[in-house]
């Protein structure tokens, strides 16, 4: 390759001697390695740095090809007047990348060409560290339990984590597509664009409130937003914020609850995706006195989910169960006596085939009316275990969630509204063991079987109260 292209540089004129001494003391001392090569890649010339940096003596290099600095032994084609990286080798076998910038020149009126070397080894660490942080940054933001957005100052979001997208329920590409307004609860539109708004025109350098969110279901979440400035290499782009988004409608509940000392009834939701079902599950999901605990297609789901929550009511599709929601009824009746069952449609009939349970005909009822219908039901006295309580028994109940801690209550009052270990952690920022060691500390506090018992002696007692 040498060859086929023609040396133009001169490094080291003839002419001037004392140019050609300052040359030489240049090369000798430049403070990277130097090699200068012939057309046959062996080395005519090195200098001090190149030494120290290979580790060879003067003459041991000089008698070398440069393929031999080469980890891999082979040298590929250097193309003249560039820039490469590669790997070389020291004398000890140790490798290290290398920068190489070669030019040709003429020397003495032959041809040569000039490598200096730059080793990168630090730049590579610097490169190596910089996309491990970014790597562990990206692992940290996806798995964080708090959604985190950047957005533009416009309201258009530039990338998130799974998180957010998971708790506004769209994709990641559907977010980057809209506008926050778009999710934003039109009565929190104008507060949330004025602290934009103040935020962006420098008045206030980062926010807190509480906001509501419409999700892709139509659904309505709280979250607690925490705003700050987020700044790019580029002044340009420096018009951006990072939000974090805290799921608190969890939390907002309870508030409401406490303050009006009410514990919610939990529901089961039982029968195939219909209109009826889907309605039903926005009506549990958005209010305050009824939470849905989960939406099942089958009775052997439905046993599985009474066996680790705690559920007040079962609301079954007629279309979907049919003549199976009496067997159902008598089932749940033998396994899980406190729990009662209703069956819902849009039937015209005056009576039904298992007019035993509960008929609620949807098209006769108003939304308020159709909660209070549903409350009534846990009121109903029946001959379960749990509702026989003495009022000697309630003042004990009460007086022993006295010996519980803040946490303690705060678990068991999650465990009353049935959740999971693992939502409970996630609701309370606890991991899912410490949850279940705060479990059965509960249960052994307040001398209990199961965490159903215990969920029953809360309600109990606040129901007292």
């Not at 090369?27 to 120290?52: G, H, M, Q, R």
């Not at 994709?171 to 307004?181: A, D, F, G, P, S």
């Not at 906001?211 to 705003?227: L, Q, T």
């Not at 000392?261 to 219909?274: A, D, E, F, M």
Request: contains cysteine.
């Amino acid at each position: 390759m040498m060859g086929k292209k023609k040396f133009s540089i001169v490094a080291f004129p003839q002419k001037s001697n004392r140019l050609s001494k300052k040359a030489c003391a240049l090369f000798e001392y430049f403070p990277t390695p130097v090699l200068l090569i012939d057309k046959s890649w062996k080395i005519c010339k090195v200098n001090k740095a190149a030494l120290k940096v290979y580790g060879y003596t003067k003459a041991e290099m000089c008698a070398m090809n440069v393929k031999q600095l080469f980890a891999s032994g082979e040298i590929n084609v250097i193309p003249l007047n560039s820039v490469k990286e590669t790997v070389h080798r020291r004398k000890d076998g140790r490798t290290f990348p290398v920068e190489v910038k070669s030019y040709p020149l003429s020397f003495c009126w032959r041809e040569r060409l000039l490598l200096i070397i730059q080793d990168i080894t630090k730049r590579r660490e610097a490169e190596q560290k910089a996309q491990t942080e970014e790597t562990n940054l990206k692992l940290i933001l996806d798995n964080v339990p708090v959604g985190i957005g950047i957005y533009e100052q416009t309201g258009k979001l530039v990338d998130c984590n799974n998180a957010l997208a998971e708790i506004l329920g769209y994709q990641k590409t559907e977010l980057q597509q809209m506008n926050i307004r778009d999710y934003t609860h039109p009565e929190d539109v104008l507060i949330s664009e004025k602290w934009r708004k103040s935020f962006f025109e420098g008045t206030i350098h980062n926010y807190s409130i509480e906001k509501r969110y419409i999700k892709k279901d139509g659904s309505i979440i709280w979250a607690n937003i925490n705003v700050a400035r987020y700044y790019y290499a580029d002044a340009k782009a420096s018009r951006h914020c990072v939000v974090v988004v805290e799921d608190i409608t969890a939390r907002k509940k309870i508030e409401y609850l406490l303050r009006h000392n009410k514990v919610p009834i939990n529901v089961i939701l039982y029968g195939k995706q219909s209109v009826l079902t889907e309605g039903m599950r926005y009506i549990l999901q958005t209010s305050r006195e009824l939470n849905l605990v989960g939406h099942v297609f089958s009775p052997e789901d439905c046993y599985v989910l009474l066996e680790n929550r705690f559920v007040d009511i079962v609301l079954i599709d007629e279309g979907t169960a049919g003549q199976d929601a009496l067997l159902l009824r008598n089932n749940l009746d033998m396994k899980f006596p406190g729990v009662k069952v209703a069956v819902l449609g849009f039937s015209e009939q005056e009576g039904h085939d298992f007019d035993q349970i509960p008929y609620f005909r949807l098209q006769e009822h108003s939304l308020e009316e159709l909660v209070l219908i549903i409350k009534s039901l846990k009121d109903t006295d029946h001959d379960g275990p749990i509702s026989n309580i003495t009022a000697q028994q309630k003042m004990r109940n009460s007086s022993l969630l006295d010996t519980l801690t803040e946490r303690e209550k705060q678990i068991l009052y999650l465990l009353a509204l049935g959740k999971t270990n693992k939502e409970i952690g996630r609701e309370i920022h606890l991991s899912h063991s410490t949850v279940r060691n705060y479990v059965s500390s509960i249960l052994r506090k307040l001398n209990l079987p199961n965490r159903t018992a215990a969920a029953a002696v809360y309600n109990d007692v606040v129901k007292k109260v």
